[in-house]
């Protein structure tokens, strides 16, 4: 099946620094992708609806300038977590539709600020 | 507007015995519905998907689901359950745009 890769999967950054995670979609194209943020035992909630070659759309409550997403191509999405906080440690995860009905998942990456 | 609702945040069975994890969705249309499956510190596999085509949907590793319309209801089952089923799993509506049920957790006792 589809194969989409993020990376990287696990990250720990200094408090105050950027962090940026890539989604490619390895053998098909994606011109639309999805971030989504997992906070400890709690489900997965919707970020942004990155969108190839146009802004980003973001879901109410979550900081655009902090939260860059940028969709430089129809295989690949980044988020760039700027000026992190530790409030800001959660697991990230990207998805990438496929045809009408599905979606793959890249393998998520767990970002801890210090 | 879609939602999803997962009843139970833990379900714990023995092992060889059947697993139920329910879930109701509330929806305007028809929707897409899919069972994931997230192991600890690791991403999302897909164990099913409902798309319309049949109401009774089988999925990998001996799980399967049925679409109830009139019970709006898509609940999760395996006849016998594994050490290895013990995850926690998220019932997901929508079409790309996803919206996720807040998971239940699997725990498996020899």
């Known amino acids: 099946g589809a194969v989409v890769s993020q990376h990287p999967s696990r990250v720990i950054c200094k408090s105050g620094t950027s962090v940026k995670i890539e989604c490619r979609s390895l053998?098909?194209?994606?011109?639309?992708m999805f971030w989504y943020r997992q906070f400890p035992k709690q489900s997965l909630m919707l970020m942004a609806t990155?969108?190839?070659?146009?802004?980003?759309?973001?879901e109410q409550g979550v900081e655009k300038d902090k939260f860059l997403i940028n969709h430089a191509s129809l295989t690949l999405s980044t988020l760039t977590v700027t000026s992190a906080h530790p409030e800001d440690s959660s697991f990230y995860i990207c998805?990438?539709?496929?045809?009408?009905?599905?979606?793959?998942f890249g393998q998520g990456t767990r970002l801890t600020v210090v | 507007a879609q939602s999803v609702t997962q009843l139970d945040s833990h379900v714990s069975v023995s092992e060889g015995t059947p697993v139920l994890l329910r879930c109701n969705y509330s929806?305007?249309?028809?929707?897409?519905l899919f069972w994931y499956v997230q192991h600890p510190n690791k991403g999302l596999q897909l164990l099913l998907k409902?798309?319309?085509?049949?109401?009774l949907v089988k999925g990998i590793n001996g799980f399967e689901a049925e679409f109830k319309k009139s019970e709006t209801s898509f609940h999760l089952t395996k006849p016998s359950a594994h050490m290895s089923d013990a995850a926690e799993y998220f019932c997901?509506?929508?079409?790309?745009?996803?919206?996720f049920g807040t998971g239940t957790r699997l725990l498996v006792s020899p």
């Open positions: 998805s990438a539709p496929y045809g009408a009905t599905e979606a793959f």
């Open positions: 053998d098909f194209q994606a011109t639309t």
């Open positions: 990155s969108n190839e070659g146009s802004k980003a759309t973001y």
């Open positions: 929806s305007s249309y028809s929707p897409s």
């Open positions: 409902y798309t319309s085509a049949a109401t």
């Open positions: 997901v509506g929508g079409f790309q745009k996803l919206v």
